[in-house]
């Protein structure tokens, strides 16, 4: 059985406090947070002890999730991997890319299991719908949220639009062409509205959206491929899938043109696959214990976030020049 512990228990860590302590193939050793009342709290809430020094903690677990504000998580993401301690570090893995790289190359060095936390890869609706997609040439991403301080220490690419960006990354095999992107100040004093245009080597075009002020919430992205449409919403959840049926071409050209009734249940054949439902923050800290105890590559490792740092900050980089 794993030892762990939570680096930072705010609104994040909290849920993973709370998560590796129903967990039944890991025993909980402890927390530790800057904020010694507050880890105490957390610390009763879920049947396990505060600890007042990080190395202490470090002593005694194999394995923890890194909470803590972004500038910490490389002092904080070193500090555990020297220690040979494996990392879960919540998004983005780091505020530079050098931070990250530094990251990566420490956990490959010391034979441990860096994962990154982009949980929306462990959304139901998104497996589902990653499960089928195969070559998309055009993504729509909207991640739209209501304004809260928390997380304005970055700017919303690295706060919200980066959950899209991996997804993009891990849905469209070909590197990244080109990026344009703007992005305007409302609320904070970094960017809380942004868009970026990616262009893939393979043609692919995703759009990306990404506010923090908002009205309402919405977390959605549409998948074009030659063969389907996939439209999937993280919030509901849902996935659905538009797939064109077996139609000559002659057929559906007189269909559109009148020659032949039809409509477009003649022509689309749509499916909503059952979700199962799992919790994705279970699904994320179980498959990073997975990760830990065979050795195996996690769905999220240090090198996808770096991938995903590296397109928000160019991003940000175009952003800049506005």
């Known amino acids: 059985m794993r030892r762990v512990g939570v680096i930072g228990v705010g609104h994040l860590g909290r849920f993973h406090t709370k998560v590796y302590s129903e967990i039944p193939s890991c025993e909980l050793v402890g927390v530790h947070d800057t904020d010694g009342e507050r880890a105490a709290a957390i610390a009763e809430e879920y049947g396990t002890r505060a600890v007042a020094d990080l190395g202490e903690l470090l002593e005694s677990v194999d394995a923890v999730s890194i909470a803590v504000p972004t500038g910490a998580h490389h002092e904080v993401g070193m500090r555990c991997l020297a220690s040979g301690v494996h990392a879960l570090i919540e998004k983005p893995i780091a505020p530079t890319a050098e931070e990250a790289r530094d990251l990566v190359r420490a956990a490959r060095e010391g034979g441990l299991t860096l994962q990154v936390g982009h949980i929306e890869r462990f959304n139901p609706a998104m497996r589902a719908g990653l499960s089928i997609i195969s070559k998309p040439m055009f993504v729509e991403a909207h991640r739209l949220g209501i304004f809260v301080p928390r ?5 919303v690419v690295l706060d919200l639009m980066i959950h899209d960006i991996d997804l993009i990354l891990a849905a469209v095999a070909s590197p990244v062409a080109s990026i344009h992107a703007v992005g305007v100040q409302v609320l904070s004093s970094s960017i809380d509205i942004a868009n970026a245009r990616l262009t893939f080597e393979d043609g692919c075009v995703a759009n990306v959206t990404a506010s923090r002020v908002s009205r309402e919430r919405m977390r959605k992205i549409r998948f074009f491929q030659h063969d389907a449409y996939v439209s999937i919403d993280c919030m509901k959840p ?4 538009f797939r064109r049926r077996d139609v000559p071409e002659e057929t559906l050209r007189r269909i559109a043109a009148g020659e032949i009734e039809g409509g477009l249940e003649d022509i689309v ?7 199962d439902g799992a919790d994705s923050l279970t699904l994320e800290l179980e498959s990073f214990l997975h990760a830990v105890e065979t050795g195996e590559r996690p769905p999220v490792d240090g090198v996808d976030g770096l991938k995903a740092l590296e397109v928000a900050l160019e991003i940000l980089r175009q952003i800049g020049r506005q």
Not at 151 to 155: E, L, N
């Open 151 to 155: 997380g304005t220490d970055v700017a």
């Open 269 to 275: 054949k749509y499916e909503e696959p059952a979700l």
């Open 238 to 241: 849902q996935t659905q899938i």
